[in-house]
């Protein structure tokens, strides 16, 4: 069946434009993350989703990210006023639920701000 | 608050050496545990994981882990490494009953030559 899928897959963008990251988890997967890669820096969560519900957004590194599930399906990760700093890979995974179950990687979203 | 550290940053081997890479944990209770592993191109997949029962799990590929509680630890092993193992590989955990965020360490690159 078909895995995680994430769109673009690439994004190049001028420092202080709005960018939006999206995420297709799994059919079924109830449970769904967004987490930053960056360079030697490993996984940083940022948000889960259990259904529609993100129960923790402290992960969040500011205000300027948001994020959104609908239908408890699709994802989408927004970055307002972006900044250099925010340039790294965003990944997504989904799971069948919370905490005991394996999750899967999408392929990720490789965000450069220039 | 939940904490992985992954001890060697960067290891390289020859083929059929073996392989032992470090993960301890900080947690006040009980936890799941993952290996997760992202060859060179590809999603992040996982290679094992413990939640109960017996705490030496057995993965893809392989590859092994010990769970001890004692030394909040889950070092994966493999006796005899292939040149397809190089790849980055990233131990997580879970606290049960907690706000089911996963923390992942910061990773392992591992080389081998063939």
């Known amino acids: 069946g078909a895995g995680v899928s994430q769109s673009p897959s690439n994004k190049v963008t001028e420092k202080g434009k709005d960018v939006e990251l999206r995420c297709d988890p799994i059919s079924g997967h109830t449970a769904l993350y967004w987490y930053r890669q960056s360079l030697g820096q490993g996984l940083e969560f940022l948000i889960y989703f259990q259904g529609n519900s993100a129960p923790d957004k402290s992960g969040l590194p500011s205000d300027r990210f948001s994020a959104e599930r609908t239908g408890g399906s699709v994802s989408t990760l927004t970055i307002q006023r972006t900044q250099q700093e925010d340039s790294a890979v965003y990944l997504c995974a989904s799971s069948l639920r919370l905490a005991e179950e394996t999750q899967y990687f999408g392929p990720g979203t490789r965000l450069l701000v220039l | 608050a939940q904490s992985v550290s992954q001890h060697n940053h960067h290891v390289i081997l020859s083929e059929a050496a073996s392989l032992e890479l470090g993960c301890n944990y900080s947690?006040?209770?009980?936890?799941?545990l993952f290996w997760y592993v992202q060859y060179p191109g590809q999603h992040l997949q996982l290679l094992l994981k413990?939640?109960?029962?017996?705490?030496l799990v057995k993965g893809i590929k392989g590859f092994e882990a010990e769970f001890i509680k004692s030394k909040f630890s889950f070092n994966l092993r493999k006796p005899s490494v292939q040149w397809s193992d190089t790849a980055e590989y990233f131990c997580a955990v879970i606290g049960k009953g907690g706000s089911y965020i996963p923390t992942f360490g910061r990773g392992t690159s591992l080389i081998v030559h063939p």
């Open positions: 413990y939640f109960s029962g017996d705490p």
């Open positions: 947690y006040g209770g009980t936890v799941n």
